[in-house]
């Protein structure tokens, strides 16, 4: 198993970039795919972003392309999530996630350990 902690999140204006990390223990890293995910208040988790073990692969939700940019750092056992243009939209509990399959699910049951979430407000 693995052990996942984000941070980097806070309070922006819209127009504003934001670099969210997470943190990985336990396991060896690079045996888990990892993503993000997000949730609004109010809202259902929605998936964000996800890359392969060894970063050859990426995902993103059409709301976020082209703006948010996930990758990882398998010597420093984290994976980033760039995100630039942030708009008030995209407010919401942003949480770290990995799975030990090859596939990059987009559905939140799909994935395997969770991280404790890190709060991103965007201010119109």
């Known amino acids: 198993q693995v052990q996942l902690v984000e941070s980097g999140g806070g309070l922006v204006q819209a127009g504003d970039s934001l670099r969210l990390s997470c943190a990985a223990s336990?396991?060896?890293?690079?045996?888990?795919?990892m993503g993000w995910f997000r949730q609004a208040p109010g809202k259902e988790r929605e998936f964000v972003a996800a890359?392969?073990?060894?970063?050859?692969?990426?995902d993103y939700a059409d709301s976020v392309k082209g703006r948010f940019t996930i990758s990882r750092d398998n010597a420093k056992n984290t994976v980033y999530l760039q995100m630039n243009s942030l708009k008030p939209e995209d407010t919401a509990v942003y949480y770290c996630?990995?799975?030990?399959?090859?596939?990059?699910?987009?559905?939140?049951?799909?994935?395997?350990?969770w991280g404790q979430g890190t709060r991103v407000t965007v201010s119109s």
């Open positions: 996630t990995a799975t030990g399959t090859v596939l990059l699910p987009t559905v939140s049951r799909r994935w395997d350990y």
């Open positions: 336990g396991r060896p890293f690079s045996n888990y795919a």
């Open positions: 890359i392969s073990r060894t970063g050859g692969r990426t």
